[in-house]
C-alpha cells in the first residue's frame, strides 16, 4: 500500500502537518506562559476599550473616542483605498505606456521609455521623499492656488477637487439593480470569454435604470474660494496625494513592462492576420493582441497588485496614516505587541491572498480551449 | 501526371479592363539586402497564378508587399486601380478587399470559429451580427464544417484550421485571395481537403495567388506559373510549358529538385 503514489503522498503530507502544528503549538504555549510569567496581559480584549489614538485623516469617520477595533479599521480603510485607486491608475495607464512604448513614433515611445527606466530604477521610497518635497517648492500658497480644471484647486496644502455625494430615496431598488447589473455581468463573462461590444453598454444601462427607479439624485459640492481658505469639495492632502501619485508612477512603470512583454509575446501571425482583414491598428489590439496577452500578464500583474499592498506601507514616510503606521500607535499606546503584529500579519496576508485568487479565478476564465 | 483534357480556355478578358494587380520596377529592401528586384507583374481579374522558386527567393515577401504587410522602396503597385502609399485609411480599405490565407493559419486562438469568421465583417464592413453569422454558416458550408462554429481553433486539426481560414477571407467576400504556402504545414493527409477547397474556389472565378510547391495543384489550376530565385521573376509561362519546357538553367535545377 505504501508504494501506492497517491497513498504515499497523502500520509507524507499529513505527517508534515502534524508536526507543524505541533511545533506552532509549543511556540505559542510557552510564548503565552513566559509573558504571563512577567505579568504581561496577553489577549483580544483591548479592542474593545476607547484608544485615544489620533489618526490625522481617514477615509472613515473616526474620532479618538472611538474603539481600538475601530482604529484598526480605519487604517485598514486607508491601506485598502490607497492600494485600490493605485491598482485602478496604475493598470490604465501602465497598459497605455506599455503600449505607446512599441509605438513607431521616436517620441511618444522614448517618452514612455524615460517613465519606465526612472520607475523601475529608483527606489520608491526615494521617489515618495521627492515628490513630498516638491509641493512647497513647486506649488504657491493657499492664497495663490492654481486652478488647472475647473473645481480643481493646487496650493502647497493639497489638492481641492469636487465631492460627489448621493442621496437614495429607495435604497432597496438600487441594491436589487446593482445586484441585477452585477448578475448580467458574471452571466455574460461565463457564456463568453471576451465580452462582446455591447455587454458593456447594456449592462451599464441597467445600472444606470436602477438609479432612476431608485430614485437616488447625485449631489456635487463644488469648493469655493473665500479669499484665505476653501469652503466645501473635498481636500486631497499632501501626504495622500503623495502616496497616490508616487506609488502610481512607480507601479505604472511595472504595469507597462508586463504589458509590453504581454504584446510581444502574442505572434506577429497574429498582427499579419488582423491588418489583412483590413482591421486599422487600434482594433488589432483591442479585439485580438490584448484578450491572448491577458492570460501570459495576469500572473506578474499579481504580483505587482501585491507589490502594491506592501508599497503603500511607505506612507509612513510621508506620515500618511495607513494600517501599518496606525497599528504602530496602537501597539505602542495599548502595549499589546505580540497580538498587534499577529493582526498586521493577517490582514497583510488576508489582502495578499485575495488578491493572487482573484487573479486565479481570472486567469481560469480567460485560458485559451486547447484540444 | 493530370491529363491534357484539363487545359483551360483563358477567361475571356475586355483589354479596357484596368487589371487586379499591376507591379511595375518594383523594389524591396531588408537594410542592406536586396529582397526583390526590379518586379514587373501583371494579373488579371479572374487570373490564377502560382508562384514558385526555392527557399528564401522572396515569394512571401513578393504577395505580401501587395495587401502592404511589407513596404516597398521603389516602383509602383497598383491594386484595382489604386496605388499603394502611406495613406493608412487607404490602405485598410484596400487590405478588406484582399482575403490571404497564412502557412501557419493565423486563427484567433480566443475566438470560436465562428468569432473568426463575423470579427472582420462586423468590425470592418459594420454588418450587423446575424447577417455576418448567416455569412459566416455559408462559408462553412462551403469549406464543409459547419458543426464546427461553436468550437475554438485549438480544438480542429490543421486541414480543419486552414479551411476556417480561407472561409475567414472569404467572409470579406475579397476580389483578389493571396495564399502564403497553404499546405506545407500540413499533415500529409490533410494536405487534399485544402487543396480541394482552393480549386473549388478557383473555379468559381476569384482572383488567386498562390505561392506552392504543389504541382498537382499548379497544373489543374494556374494560367500561369511564376518562377522566382534570389528576388527576381526568373520565368513566367503557363503550367505546361514550364514544366515540360523550362528554359532557365534554375528552372530545370529547381524541377528537378522538387519533382524527383
Ligand atoms: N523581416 C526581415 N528582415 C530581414 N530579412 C528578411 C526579413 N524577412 C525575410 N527576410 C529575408 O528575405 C529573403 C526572402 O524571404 P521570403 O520569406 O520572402 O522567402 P520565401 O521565398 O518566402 O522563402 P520560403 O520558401 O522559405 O518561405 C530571405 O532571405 C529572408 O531571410
Ligand atoms: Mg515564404
Known amino acids: 500500500m505504501l508504494s501506492d503514489a497517491r497513498t504515499r503522498s497523502i500520509i507524507i503530507q499529513c505527517a508534515l502537518v502534524a508536526v507543524a502544528a505541533a511545533f506552532a503549538a509549543l511556540l505559542v504555549s510557552t510564548t503565552f506562559a513566559n509573558l504571563r510569567a512577567r505579568g504581561i496581559p496577553i489577549g483580544f480584549d483591548f479592542l474593545t476599550m476607547p484608544s485615544r489614538i489620533v489618526i490625522s485623516e481617514a477615509i472613515l469617520t473616526y474620532k479618538s473616542r472611538d474603539p481600538y477595533y475601530w482604529a484598526i479599521a480605519t487604517g485598514l480603510a486607508n491601506t485598502v483605498f490607497i492600494s485600490a485607486v493605485v491598482i485602478v491608475f496604475s493598470s490604465a495607464l501602465g497598459l497605455v505606456v506599455g503600449i505607446t512604448r512599441l509605438s513607431s513614433n521616436p517620441l511618444a515611445a522614448g517618452t514612455c521609455r524615460v517613465w519606465v527606466e526612472v520607475a523601475r530604477n529608483s527606489p520608491p521610497i526615494v521617489l515618495l521623499i521627492f515628490l513630498y518635497s516638491l509641493w512647497w517648492k513647486v506649488l504657491p500658497p493657499v492664497g495663490e492656488a492654481l486652478n488647472p480644471l475647473p473645481g480643481v484647486y493646487a496650493s502647497m496644502r493639497g489638492f481641492v477637487v469636487p465631492a460627489v455625494s448621493m442621496d437614495v430615496a429607495t435604497p432597496g431598488l438600487l441594491v436589487i439593480a446593482l445586484a441585477l447589473a452585477l448578475a448580467a455581468a458574471g452571466w455574460a463573462a461565463a457564456r463568453r470569454r471576451w465580452l462582446p461590444p455591447l455587454t458593456a453598454p447594456a449592462i451599464l444601462a441597467v445600472g444606470i435604470a436602477g438609479l432612476w427607479l431608485a430614485d437616488a439624485k447625485f449631489f456635487v459640492d463644488w469648493p469655493t474660494f473665500t479669499g484665505s481658505n476653501f469652503k466645501g469639495g473635498k481636500d486631497l492632502t499632501p501626504e495622500l496625494s503623495t502616496i497616490l501619485i508616487g506609488l502610481i508612477i512607480y507601479t505604472t512603470g511595472f504595469v507597462a513592462e508586463i504589458v509590453r512583454g504581454g504584446v510581444l509575446s502574442v505572434g506577429r501571425g497574429q498582427w499579419d492576420a488582423g491588418h489583412s482583414l483590413g482591421l486599422p491598428r487600434g482594433k488589432i489590439l483591442r479585439l485580438i493582441i490584448i484578450p491572448q496577452m491577458l492570460r501570459v500578464i495576469v500572473p506578474p500583474l499579481n504580483s505587482q497588485y501585491i507589490n502594491v499592498v506592501k508599497n503603500s506601507t511607505l506612507a509612513i514616510a510621508v506620515g500618511y496614516p495607513d494600517f501599518l503606521a496606525v497599528m504602530n500607535t496602537i501597539i505602542s499606546k495599548s502595549s499589546h505587541s505580540i497580538e498587534g503584529v499577529f493582526i498586521i500579519l493577517g490582514v497583510y496576508l488576508a489582502l495578499n491572498l485575495s488578491l493572487s485568487s482573484a487573479a486565479n479565478w481570472y486567469n481560469r476564465r480567460i485560458a485559451i480551449v486547447e484540444r | ?260
Request: glycine share 6%; net charge neutral.
Open chain 2, 1 to 260: 501526371m493530370l491529363s491534357s483534357a484539363l487545359k483551360r480556355v483563358p477567361p475571356m478578358r475586355d483589354p479596357s479592363d484596368p487589371p487586379a494587380i499591376e507591379m511595375a520596377g518594383m523594389n524591396k529592401w531588408y537594410g542592406n539586402f536586396h529582397v526583390l528586384k526590379n518586379i514587373n507583374l501583371t494579373v488579371h481579374r479572374g487570373e490564377k497564378l502560382v508562384i514558385c522558386g526555392p527557399s528564401g527567393s522572396g515569394k512571401s515577401t513578393m504577395i505580401r508587399c501587395i495587401n502592404r504587410l511589407e513596404e516597398h522602396q521603389q516602383g509602383q503597385i497598383v491594386v484595382e486601380g489604386v496605388e499603394l502609399s502611406n495613406d493608412l485609411k487607404q490602405i485598410d480599405v484596400i487590405r478588406s478587399d484582399i482575403g490571404m490565407v497564412f502557412q501557419h493559419f493565423n486563427l484567433f486562438p480566443h475566438l470560436t470559429i465562428l468569432e473568426n469568421l463575423t470579427l472582420a465583417p462586423i468590425w470592418v464592413r459594420r454588418m450587423r451580427r446575424g447577417q455576418a453569422e448567416q455569412t459566416a454558416m455559408h462559408y462553412l458550408e462551403r469549406v464543409k464544417i459547419p458543426d464546427q462554429a461553436h468550437t475554438y481553433p485549438g480544438q480542429l486539426s490543421g486541414g480543419q484550421q486552414q479551411r476556417v481560414a480561407i472561409a475567414r477571407a472569404l467572409c470579406m467576400s475579397p476580389k483578389i485571395i493571396l495564399f502564403d504556402e497553404p499546405t506545407s504545414a500540413l499533415d500529409p493527409e490533410m494536405v487534399k481537403e485544402v487543396l480541394d477547397t482552393m480549386v473549388a474556389l478557383a473555379e468559381d472565378g476569384m482572383t488567386m495567388l498562390c505561392v506552392t510547391h504543389e504541382m498537382g495543384f499548379a497544373r489543374q489550376v494556374a494560367d500561369r506559373v511564376v518562377f522566382m530565385d534570389q528576388g527576381e521573376i526568373v520565368e513566367m509561362n503557363t503550367p505546361s510549358e514550364f514544366f515540360s519546357h523550362p528554359r532557365h538553367q534554375r528552372s530545370k535545377l529547381f524541377l528537378a529538385q522538387i519533382l524527383n
